[in-house]
């Protein structure tokens, strides 16, 4: 069992950056990989990183990548986004999420803990 706890949203400027955090408790963070998803008004929810365990790995979405960066800290059990040049379109509630697979994962029903989301919201 692992407890998930989003921080970091907020509005921003198109353009501007926001680091979100994730912070884990429970069983041992370092068994699971991460990911963050993001749900937009409206919308499915969508993938947008995941890291491995180790943080050796990490893989993205096409619409966030190169402006979007996941890393984790183990011995602090946390994962972060960090969010560069955001545009009106991230805005969504995004949400980390733990899996036992080592590797992580695109596809959300491989996740088996969620966290309760923080909001994003890019203005113009």
């Known amino acids: 069992q692992v407890q998930l706890v989003e921080s970091g949203g907020g509005l921003v400027q198109a353009g501007g950056s926001l680091r979100l955090s994730c912070a884990a408790s429970?069983?041992?963070?370092?068994?699971?990989?991460m990911g963050w998803f993001r749900q937009a008004p409206g919308k499915e929810r969508e993938f947008a990183a995941t890291?491995?365990?180790?943080?050796?790995?990490?893989y993205y979405a096409d619409p966030v990548k190169g402006r979007f960066t996941i890393s984790r800290d183990n011995a602090k059990n946390t994962v972060y986004l960090q969010m560069n040049r955001l545009k009106p379109e991230d805005t969504a509630v995004y949400y980390c999420?733990?899996?036992?697979?080592?590797?992580?994962?695109?596809?959300?029903?491989?996740?088996?803990?969620w966290g309760q989301g923080t909001q994003v919201t890019v203005s113009s």
């Open positions: 890291i491995s365990r180790s943080g050796g790995s990490t």
């Open positions: 429970g069983r041992s963070f370092s068994m699971y990989a």
């Open positions: 999420a733990a899996t036992t697979l080592s590797s992580g994962s695109y596809y959300s029903g491989t996740y088996g803990y």
